[in-house]
């Protein structure tokens, strides 16, 4: 199975703040890379598809890139409404895998 | 646009079989991906399993659960199932169903609410 790795585990920013999530994969994923964002009782919601593909009626604030085994999910200005878990997850084989998650709380 | 939604008991005992139901609304289920996953309290998501019909259904299964796990689909009903057997506490877990676009997007577009399940006596 690959192994995904997400850093940091959790993070607290102020409103406004530039916030960087990384995830590394075990073995080269290519740009099979999805980013979801999840909120407290709810299913998780893609943000990013393919690395850096903006899903539809996902805020442009919200960004990703990498390639390969490394990867960054951006956000550029945060907001109220971001504090969630993400996940980054890899759509390069099965079984499909998630990392553990990066919980972002607002300060 | 097309909605998903789990249903099944939310208790089960260990050692007996859990089973769950995806049923599919507003779309069609032919020629897409649909998955289980589930998340166990303060643990990641877990990737269940999936399958993929269109006139002939084909099934992949995590290694990890596959001597225990079966899905199945109903595409005439439009919803499918997840049978999983022998249960322990270990999977107890919020337990979705998902749509994968593989060869599009290759990301889960679209998710069920979740259904909660408990394995205990």
């Known amino acids: 199975d690959i192994q995904m790795t997400q850093s940091p585990s959790s993070l607290s920013a102020s409103v406004g703040d530039r916030v960087t999530i990384t995830c590394r994969a075990s073995q080269t994923i290519d740009n099979f890379l999805n980013w979801y964002q999840q909120k407290p009782g709810r299913a998780p919601k893609v943000l990013i598809y393919?690395?850096?593909s903006l899903q539809g009626g996902v805020p442009s604030r919200f960004s990703g890139s990498g390639s390969g085994t490394d990867f960054t999910l951006t956000i550029s200005s945060l907001q109220p409404d971001d504090s969630a878990t993400y996940y980054c997850q890899q759509s390069y084989n099965t079984p499909r895998t998630f990392g553990q998650g990066t919980e972002v709380q607002i300060k | 646009q097309v909605q998903l939604q789990e249903s099944g008991p939310g208790l089960v005992k260990p050692s007996e079989t859990l089973s769950l139901t995806c049923t599919v609304s507003?779309?069609?289920?032919?020629?897409?991906?649909w998955t289980w996953i589930r998340h166990p309290a303060g643990k990641g998501l877990e990737w269940v399993g999936r399958f993929y019909t269109s006139g002939r259904t084909r099934y992949n299964y995590n290694p990890s659960l596959k001597s225990r796990v079966t899905m199945a689909v109903d595409t005439s009903k439009n919803l499918f199932s997840l049978t999983l057997r022998s249960v322990t506490a270990a999977d107890t877990a919020v337990y979705y169903c998902?749509?994968?676009?593989?060869?599009?997007?290759?990301?889960?577009?679209?998710w069920g609410h979740g259904t909660m399940v408990t394995v205990s006596s």
């Open positions: 507003g779309g069609s289920m032919s020629g897409y991906f």
């Open positions: 393919s690395a850096s």
């Open positions: 998902a749509r994968d676009l593989v060869g599009s997007s290759n990301a889960f577009d679209i």
